[in-house]
């Protein structure tokens, strides 16, 4: 696949493999009933697992996140950070259905082709399985925190209420207890871009020339103007023209650069499959509703909004914290960008961090 640039930005098992371990944890059992044979976790670990195994800390990465936390959430994981590599065993895994190393669309099944089409769907359960059998698979009995941002933040609700035995504490960043209407209806026309792309092909891309980056592209800029603020854009781009012989607006720049980064290192397939799972997102279904299952909920929560976040809006994490009687007060971090604030305001995440890791070791839940 010499023209791969073009078709995937996915990782491939002919490329390095950086700093990237690799878990096979078997088969898993899919919600659907489907069995997703022989799956393959991508990781990256910083610091040492203590001989007593108790020091392992889970951050679980957004949507278009990877197993290498210090590239996508700058000054958080690292000697003396937040998640601080010299006390903690730190452990990223790409998700199922990811595309960098982890069993996804990109992968090559059973019979030696790519799954493409034939990838089954996945929901933030079956995600939070795999990683229960990767954690089994590293040896580690129970962690100190589970922390996510977006849907890592819908994982790590999930291990409180799946597994929290398993986790002393969660931090759930600028994410839910379901995916809304309006999450909903955006990420439907995102999808509806992707699959429109005259290339695409039904989701059998790899072996042509050309995939579906176009419409990728075209899911990405719309994306990226609900991870941002409506100020941010007006004050920074405004009706400024391109000073070149394009003519065209400032903004339009800027998101094309955000759609050709993303298909430099991300799959148009992984991208359905991943926002399909966020789309199916409910802690309460076939459970008693989302009041009844977060009220059961055990551990410590840590839920933090964005004041700015216009994808996943401050009520829905002031929802979640009041309704787990687990749940501190919400922590609210102050942002000019929206969404994105949690990989901006790294400063304010990583106190709330260090927080977060303090409950996970008092193994008490504070009543509020």
């Not at 509806?192 to 792309?197: E, M, S």
């Not at 000073?243 to 993303?262: I, N, P, W």
């Not at 499959?273 to 299952?293: C, F, K, P, W, Y």
Request: charged content about 25%.
């Amino acid at each position: 696949m010499d023209n791969k640039s073009k078709v995937t930005g996915a990782w491939l098992e002919t490329e390095p493999a950086g700093d990237r371990l690799f878990a096979d944890i078997g088969d898993i059992e899919l919600e659907t009933g489907d069995i997703l044979p022989k799956v393959r976790i991508a990781y990256q670990t910083w610091g040492k697992l203590n001989a007593s195994k108790d020091n392992a800390i889970l951050v679980n990465h957004a949507l278009t996140g990877w197993s290498d936390v210090p590239g996508w959430w700058p000054s958080i994981v690292g000697p003396g950070l937040p998640l601080d590599s010299d006390k903690y065993f730190i452990v990223c895994p790409n998700v199922i259905g990811g595309c960098q190393g982890s069993t996804g669309p990109s992968s090559i099944a059973p019979d030696g082709k790519r799954w493409g089409s034939r990838f089954p769907s996945l929901t933030i359960r079956d995600m939070v399985e795999a990683e229960l059998a990767f954690t089994n698979y590293l040896g580690i009995e129970k962690y100190v925190l589970s922390v996510g941002p977006s849907l890592g933040g819908m994982r790590s609700l999930e291990w409180a209420v799946q597994h929290p035995d398993r986790v002393g504490a969660i931090c759930t960043i600028g994410s839910s207890a379901v995916a809304t209407g309006d999450q909903i209806g955006s990420a439907s026309i995102q999808l509806r871009a992707i699959r429109n792309d005259p290339y695409f092909n039904d989701g059998d891309y790899y072996e042509q020339e050309i995939g579906p980056t176009e419409g990728m592209g075209i899911a990405r800029r719309i994306a990226h103007l609900t991870y941002r603020t409506e100020l941010e854009m007006d004050l920074r781009f405004g009706r400024q023209m391109q000073e070149d012989e394009t003519g065209r607006f400032a903004v339009e720049s800027y998101l094309d650069h955000q759609a050709d980064k993303l298909a430099k290192r991300f799959d148009a397939n992984t991208y359905i499959s991943l926002t399909e799972a966020m789309n199916s997102h409910d802690i309460g279904r076939d459970r008693g509703g989302v009041s009844q299952t977060l009220g059961q909920i055990t551990i410590p929560l840590v839920v933090v909004s964005i004041d700015t976040d216009r994808l996943f809006p401050p009520r829905l994490q002031e929802e979640i914290v009041e309704l787990a009687p687990t749940a501190e007060p919400v922590y609210r971090i102050s942002s000019p960008f929206g969404h994105d604030g949690f990989l901006i305001e790294v400063e304010s995440v990583g106190e709330i961090l260090r927080h977060a890791i303090s409950r996970g070791l008092s193994g008490a839940p504070s009543l509020n």
